[in-house]
């Protein structure tokens, strides 16, 4: 494969831009708390990194449909995944899933 180079900086600063967008939006849909995840959380973006996001959430929806709100409301404009728990589960989660346990250490709750 051959090497680009300034992708990886490009796509870092589309997936920055994206979250800025997508985190003024969040208090208005009812999310209660929220983190950065990913590759971007990680610090490895590359040019095919998505933007992730861990949401805790109110809601009755199944998990595997939660993220389906949040897709159709903000309508993002790079490829994102939202992880929806709510906040019962998030309580009985919180230190022992892998998602939660990883994006809660590696970056700061955004205030909502």
Known sequence: MPMVFGFATHRRQQ????F?????????LGAERFWLA??????????????ELLIVHETEQPF??????????LRPQVGTSFIVYTP???????????????????????IV
């Open 20 to 28: 800025l967008r997508i985190a003024g939006s969040m208090r208005q």
């Open 64 to 73: 595997h449909r939660r993220s389906d709100f949040f897709q159709t409301h």
């Open 15 to 18: 997936l920055e831009a994206e």
């Open 88 to 110: 019962d589960e998030f309580a009985d989660l919180c230190e022992t899933d892998r998602v939660i346990v990883e994006a809660t250490s590696l970056s700061d709750e955004v």
């Open 38 to 51: 990913g590759d971007l959380a990680r610090n490895e973006v590359r040019p095919d990194s998505g933007l």
